[in-house]
């Protein structure tokens, strides 16, 4: 029981990782597009 609980949690975590770096990527693309977006406003 216990090491089921243990391969529950790693996996979990594991999901909650590759989740937070997917958002990580996100936000970064986010800031490396937003200022392409906002430069022929700026011009």
Request: proline residues 5%.
């Amino acid at each position: 029981m216990e090491v089921g609980n243990k391969a529950n949690t790693v996996r979990n975590n594991n999901k909650g990782q590759i989740w937070s770096v997917k958002h990580e990527l996100l936000r970064f693309a986010k800031q490396i597009l937003s200022p392409t977006f906002n430069s022929p406003l700026d011009c």
